[in-house]
Structure formats: C-alpha cells, structure tokens
C-alpha cells in the first residue's frame, strides 16, 4: 500500500524567511504532484513533477523530485502572507493502470506579518 | 482551463434524506473521483470511475453510491443520510493517458441535521 507523509504538518512562519515542506512516500514513483488549497476553497494544481530530478517553480514557491530517495520537497523563499494555505503533494503509481492519486495530510502554513 | 462543476456549494439536508450530488467536467476526461474531507482526516477517496458506467470503490464507499450515465458527469448518491456524513465533498477529474493530474470542482459542504 502506497503511504504518502507530509511534514511539518503545521507551519507558521514569518513574512520574509525560508523554509521546505517535505512529502515522502513509501512506493516506487516517478509522478508527483502538488496542490495549494485555501481555508474553505477546493484545491488547486501547483506543480506536476514527473521525472528524477524535476525541479519547477513559480514565484516564491519551488518544488523538486528525488525519485531515488522517494522525496518531494516545496521550498518557499521570502514568504508572503498571500502564501498561508494547506499544501498537499500526492502521488501516482508509476506505469499502472490504477489512475488514483495518493495524497498526502497536508501542511497547515500560516505566514505571519 | 479545465472546468469542473458541481450543483452546489452548501447543502443542508435531513437525517434519512436521499442526497444527489453532481458534477460535471468539461475537459472530455476519462476518470472521475468522489472525495471527502474532513478536519485532521485529509483526503478521502469515497468511489471513483474510469469509464462510463465503470465505477470502483475507494477507501470509504459504505452508506454511498455513484453512478455516471454519461463521460462528463459523475453522481454521488447519499441513499439515507446520517449525520457523520456532514462534510466536504470534492470532486475531481482526470486524463488516463499517463500523467493522473487531478483537477478538482469547487466543493460541496453538506450539513446533514
């Protein structure tokens, strides 16, 4: 069974710093995805990451893939208040015909003036 | 832009009630997915389809059904509501050609009294 762990799943951190969330998962995969979700709003698409060593970013936030370690990471840089949100990853196992996607808890980030 | 509906955004329904929930894609996608999600609980996956008429069960389908008459739309079913069925309910489409992105509908908050 495919197990998909966030952390930190609380965040809160301030305006202007840097920190990584991290998403491990427990199967092989190369497909890994990203999506922000805002208090009582659905979720929206980030990134997709679909090879060893991808790495995409937009804006303050990048996210890399290291299938070997079976690791995704988003690293904000500079954060914003326009970043607090739950981030979930979620992952797909590779060459199936299962189409689900696993995802993971989530992390709470909460970015404070 | 992938678009993915659904009836509405806020329910209130009673204890025994029969419950539909709809939603509809317009981006010609083969899957369709049935989540809750609920506070420290994540994403769960209720029933999902990769076909027309073809549905499967996820993590958490008692007291559900589905049902998908037609690619573009995909029907939960609340046969007789109860109040641990108060929740959010996501839906989500996607593609079955390789890469399993979901895209998800705005959100049904269902209150069962």
């Known amino acids: 069974e495919l197990k998909v762990e966030q952390n930190p799943l609380f965040l809160s951190m301030q305006e202007g710093k840097n920190y990584t969330i991290y998403c491990n998962y427990s199967?092989?995969?190369?497909?890994l995805y990203w999506y922000r979700q805002d208090p009582g709003k659905s979720l929206e698409s980030l990134f997709v990451l679909l090879s060893n060593g991808a790495v995409k970013q937009e804006g303050r936030l990048m996210a890399s893939l290291d299938t070997k370690a079976r690791l995704s990471t988003l690293h904000i840089t500079a954060a914003v208040h326009d970043l607090s949100a739950t981030y979930f990853c979620a992952v797909d196992i590779s060459g199936g015909s299962n189409y689900k996607l696993t995802f993971g808890k989530g992390t709470l980030l909460t970015v404070n003036p | 832009d992938v678009k993915v509906t659904q009836s509405s955004r806020y329910l209130v329904k009673r204890t025994g009630e029969k419950v539909f929930l709809e939603c509809v894609q317009d981006?010609?996608?083969?899957?369709m997915f049935w989540y809750r999600q609920d506070p420290g609980l994540g994403l769960r996956l209720i029933y999902f389809?990769?076909?027309?008429?073809?549905?499967e069960k996820g993590d958490i389908p008692e007291g559900y059904s589905v049902s998908r008459e037609k690619k573009e739309r995909f029907s939960l079913i609340l046969e007789s509501a109860s109040t641990n069925q108060t929740s959010m309910y996501l839906c989500a489409s996607s593609f079955s050609g390789g890469v399993y992105e979901q895209f998800f509908g705005p959100g049904t908050r269902l209150t069962v009294l």
């Open positions: 981006m010609d996608h083969e899957n």
């Open positions: 389809s990769y076909d027309v008429k073809m549905k």
């Open positions: 199967t092989t995969s190369d497909r």
